[in-house]
T-cell receptor, first 115, second 107 residues
Framework: DAGVTQSPTHLIKTRGQQVTLRCSPK?????VSWYQQALGQGPQFIFQ???????QRGNFPDRFSGHQFPNYSSELNVNALLLGDSALYLC??????????????FGPGTRLTVT | RKEVEQDPGPFNVPEGATVAFNCTYS??????FFWYRQDCRKEPKLLMS???SGNEDGRFTAQLNRASQYISLLIRDSKLSDSATYLC????????FGAGTRLTVKP
């Protein structure tokens, strides 16, 4: 049973550039959530996708956008990168968002460094 | 005020000790509650869900007090392998994580 996978594992970008991160959910899961985790902090909720739509969103600017595909995989896009966007980006998948949120399973993350 | 607040830690305890983590949350409409553990440079992994009636999984006991908006995690007979960061998580229109409490269990 394949778990959550993310790509790439590491990425280095320059300020002002754009980046796309990818996530494939655990087999059988239909909901994907994205998080940003800065060093020494807990993950911060960016947004959640279900049925190819953004269902919930945390307190992140519009520079952060996403997409979910019919096969439930997802992308996170960040435009106009800032130094402060350097972090570990985690994707998590789950089932049944309508019931208040099921258990989430995390991928290994993509470590983004903005220089 | 942060949505989820945890003991700042770190906690350094000897093997076999009992250790308790506390967590408070600000949104009374929160729907579900969890404890996750995160090892250094790894992704968070679900430790256990937390129910109002309290629940136990081996050496781990979780409690939820909705009236006080308070969640706890008790680890009994701690092992070296329990060393990790413990994250309190509250779900209300998205999972909200605390900053985590680092636990180090020493021989």
């Amino acid at each position: 049973d394949a778990g959550v996978t993310q790509s790439p594992t590491h990425l280095i970008k320059t300020r002002g550039q754009q980046v796309t991160l990818r996530c494939s959910p655990k087999s059988g899961h239909d909901t994907v959530s994205w998080y940003q985790q800065a060093l020494g902090q807990g993950p911060q909720f960016i947004f959640q996708y279900y049925e190819e739509e953004e269902r919930q969103r945390g307190n992140f600017p519009d520079r952060f956008s996403g997409h979910q595909f019919p096969n439930y995989s997802s992308e996170l896009n960040v435009n106009a990168l800032l130094l402060g966007d350097s972090a570990l980006y985690l994707c998590a998948s789950s089932l049944d968002p309508g019931a208040g949120g099921g258990e989430q399973y995390f991928g290994p993350g993509t470590r983004l460094t903005v220089t | 005020r942060k949505e989820v607040e945890q003991d700042p830690g770190p906690f350094n305890v000897p093997e076999g000790a009992t250790v308790a983590f506390n967590c408070t949350y600000s949104n009374s409409a929160s729907q579900s509650f969890f404890w996750y553990r995160q090892d250094c440079r790894k992704e968070p992994k679900l430790l256990m869900s937390v129910y109002s009636s309290g629940n136990e999984d081996g050496r781990f006991t979780a409690q939820l007090n909705r009236a006080s908006q308070y969640i706890s995690l008790l680890i009994r007979d701690s092992k070296l392998s329990d060393s990790a960061t413990y994250l309190c998580v509250v779900n209300k229109k998205g999972m909200r994580f605390g900053a985590g409490t680092r636990l180090t269990v020493k021989p």
